[in-house]
């Protein structure tokens, strides 16, 4: 995004331009920023040449999935639906690695069914029941086992998943023992060792504890592993000074790690991959003004884009026209929701604005779209893909009908 001439661009399109064309709220993405991303993550770990799976819960749209797969990238999925979503973007099966705590079933049915590569489980009972579906299938069914490695990531609390209080994976001890159990099983191959620390990790510290914690249980456990996954989690830059992830840090310390295991890495980056590609465009609809503070009231709101309210997390707001005022009050933008938490960012003064005018959001491809509902019975935003000077629709807006 750039601005010319004071109108915000978004490649070579006018961001005016799109939200009169499609209306708001939209989300709006850029393809080269979202090649860019791959290109770059790729690039940063290609001396290790790691399998890496596209975390499909950031965001689950076809199109991008699609892209997704144009660029050799294979499917982190936590559900049924991500799965088959994954194939019809047309990932290979053998390039889908299916994370979570409670698989049911028919979930777990339709994983063996389409021999991906890996099912990476996260207690003894759910091992048990891909167990029992091997054998009525007669089959072989390779799996992952996820450590919880109890190390404390230092982000949000309500987005981590490595301590030992955190609902997944599996203590050391677990761990072990289900290696044990399961050693001679006829139907279950235990290939690969899983981790996963949290999410928006900006330190690579937090994973020089994990990759300790894994060179140990490797050694003690005494197990060959054809694959370590080492999740996601790198973090982006959501706000000025905001450290940068060290990617270089982290590929030497995987590097070291090779040296004594013989391992492929599998990655499942999603916002490091998405995040910043996208902006969610909104109309003003109000401003109310107090003796304190100016309410901006938005079209866009918590149904469709949740994580401040959900986080408390931060999105850098940015006007479509800019101009040389400025209003020194504090401006809250918040969306039309009944919910005191509808709420974007409070800040202390911005460029004058006017009602009917239109905002960015910025930073939204993940968990933006992914994440949203049809709360008080509002429909979906539409999704929108800029290519240099073109714009399409890669997913059409809700209409009410759909929901009622």
Do not use: W
């Not at 190390?151 to 998943?161: G, H, N, P």
């Not at 090779?258 to 991959?273: A, C, D, Q, Y």
Request: positive net charge.
């Amino acid at each position: 995004m750039y601005f010319k001439k004071n109108r915000l661009f978004i490649e070579r399109v006018e961001a005016l331009k799109v939200v009169k064309k499609f209306g708001t709220p939209t989300y709006c993405y850029s393809l080269e920023k979202l090649q860019n991303n791959i290109k770059n993550f790729q690039r940063s770990f290609k001396s290790i040449n790691p399998l890496i799976c596209f975390s499909v819960k950031s965001n689950s749209n076809l199109q991008i999935l699609k892209e997704i797969k144009r660029s050799n990238m294979g499917a982190d999925v936590v559900s049924k639906g991500e799965m088959m979503q994954a194939l019809k973007a047309g990932i290979s099966p053998k390039k889908i690695v299916f994370s979570g705590v409670g698989k049911k079933s028919e979930e777990l049915k339709f994983a063996i069914e389409k021999k991906i590569l890996l099912i990476n489980a996260e207690s003894e009972s759910e091992i048990y029941e891909i167990e029992r579906l091997a054998k009525l299938k007669k089959t072989i069914v390779d799996i992952g086992i996820r450590l919880n490695p109890n190390i404390d990531a230092k982000t949000l609390k309500k987005i981590s998943t490595g301590r030992s209080e955190d609902k997944f994976g599996l203590t050391e001890k677990a761990f072990l023992n289900i290696l044990k159990n399961f050693k001679g099983s006829n139907y279950i191959k235990v290939k690969c060792l899983s981790v996963h620390i949290g999410s928006q990790i900006t330190d690579y510290k937090p994973y020089v504890k994990m990759i300790n914690v894994l060179d140990k249980i490797i050694q003690k456990s005494n197990h060959f592993y054809d694959y370590v996954d080492l999740g996601g989690g790198m973090g982006i830059q959501y706000e000025k000074g905001t450290n940068l992830f060290n990617y270089k840090k982290y590929n030497v310390m995987i590097k070291k790690f090779l040296k004594k295991h013989n391992v492929k890495i599998i990655f499942e980056p999603g916002r490091s991959i998405i995040a910043n590609t996208a902006v969610l465009l909104s109309q003003i609809i109000y401003i109310k003004n107090t003796a304190k503070k100016k309410f901006i009231i938005l079209d866009a709101a918590m149904n469709d884009l949740m994580r401040p309210a959900l986080y408390g997390s931060y999105h850098n707001i940015i006007p479509l026209l800019k101009n040389n005022k400025k209003n020194n009050k504090i401006h809250d933008f918040v969306g039309p929701v009944c919910e005191t938490t509808d709420k974007f960012l409070s800040v202390k003064g911005f460029n004058y604005l006017k009602e009917k005018e239109y905002v960015a959001i910025s930073d939204v491809g993940a968990y933006g779209m992914s994440l949203s509902s049809n709360y008080n019975l509002r429909p979906k935003a539409s999704e929108v893909m800029i290519e240099n000077k073109s714009s399409k629709v890669i997913l059409k807006r809700q209409k009410l009908t759909n929901i009622i």
